[in-house]
């Protein structure tokens, strides 16, 4: 063999080998590709499924945010709600204080007046006492009245009737003066004779 041959023997041989080594590189390369291609399938999916999972999670969180705002919306009616109904609370604790306080004045003049309506009630009965005294007093004097009433009419009757035995009696003794005067003016003459 001539050198220039055994040169070219000796390139072959390096060539063959370099292609050797290139295909071996090429071949784990290619099961490289070929792995990654499986894993970037297997992340492809994985990422396919966390975006099913994001987009249910997006949904569940529009509806939650929609729930959370009617909460709220229902959380701020019912807080105004509990506001106004303790405004009412606090009108009717003031209107039942008042009430409380009128009542317990009514109470207190009810008492009163009963007071009074008792304290009536007795005057009432002693002056119903002392009325019954009096008219029984009254009864008294008006039939002590009545009999004085009598006994006056009797009395008048009787100076009636000595008014006219007095008058009579003037009257007997007037005739009886008379009389006497003519009986003394006739002895005068019988004894002047």
């Given at each position: ?19 050797d080594e290139l ?47 009617q909460l709220r ?113 006739q002895i005068k ?5």
């Open positions: 063999m001539t050198e220039q041959t055994e040169e070219e023997q000796s390139r072959i041989v390096q060539l063959n080998s370099t292609i295909k071996a590189n090429n071949t784990t390369t290619i099961n490289k590709c070929e792995q990654l291609e499986k894993e970037l399938e297997q992340k492809q999916n994985e990422i396919n499924q966390l975006n099913t999972t994001l987009e249910a999670i997006r949904s569940l969180n529009a509806a939650a945010t929609t729930d959370y705002e919306n229902k959380y701020e009616e019912t807080q105004n709600k509990i506001i106004e109904l303790n405004t009412m609370i606090d009108e009717v604790k003031t209107i039942d204080t008042a009430n409380t306080a009128e009542l317990q004045q009514i109470r207190q003049q009810l008492t009163e007046k009963q007071n009074e309506i008792t304290n009536l009630s007795h005057i009432n009965d002693e002056l119903k006492a002392i009325n019954s005294a009096i008219t029984e007093e009254h009864n008294q004097i008006k039939k002590q009245l009545e009999e004085k009433q009598n006994e006056l009419t009797q009395l008048n009757d009787k100076c009636q009737q000595y008014k006219n035995e007095i008058i009579h009696l003037n009257t007997i003794t007037n005739d009886i003066k008379v009389n006497n005067e003519t009986i003394i003016e003459q019988q004894l002047e004779a």
